[in-house]
């Protein structure tokens, strides 16, 4: 143990801070966010992919999923706007993502919503 030298860890490697970076800004441009950093755009599918097992464009249209989704679920905004503001093409293509991701299309999250707002409902956890 005592041969061991520490070497010092930056906060993130290059992969979690895209992955953070895409989690917070769904429309980022992976070929300037390489060209920051001073990697080749050509190693970040391979070394994103390495880490979290799918690619960054796979990653971010998780995210982008992910976000609508739980717009969906926490406020009453216009499905069209949830879609706008997650950076969707439109409101059937948040749709087809939102049933990738949970197995259920918006509209019945939005009924699960109104269930769960009601008194004693609060374990209903699953769109049915």
């Not at 953070?20 to 970040?44: I, M, N, P």
């Not at 717009?71 to 093409?89: C, K, N, S, Y």
């Amino acid at each position: 143990m005592e041969q061991f030298v520490p070497v010092a860890v930056s906060a993130f490697d290059w992969q979690d801070l895209l992955a953070s970076d895409l989690t917070r800004d769904t429309a980022l441009q992976l070929g300037e966010w390489a060209q920051r950093q001073g990697l080749a755009q050509e190693t970040l599918p391979r070394g994103f992919s390495r880490v979290f097992g799918i690619t960054p464009s796979a990653f971010r249209a998780q995210a982008r999923a992910q976000l609508a989704w739980l717009r969906i679920a926490h406020t009453t905004a216009p499905l069209v706007q949830i879609a706008d503001e997650a950076g969707f093409a439109d409101q059937s293509h948040m749709t087809r993502a939102i049933v990738e991701l949970t197995g259920s299309s918006p509209r019945c999250w939005r009924q699960v919503k109104c269930i769960q707002d009601q008194p004693g409902d609060a374990h209903v956890k699953r769109c049915t």
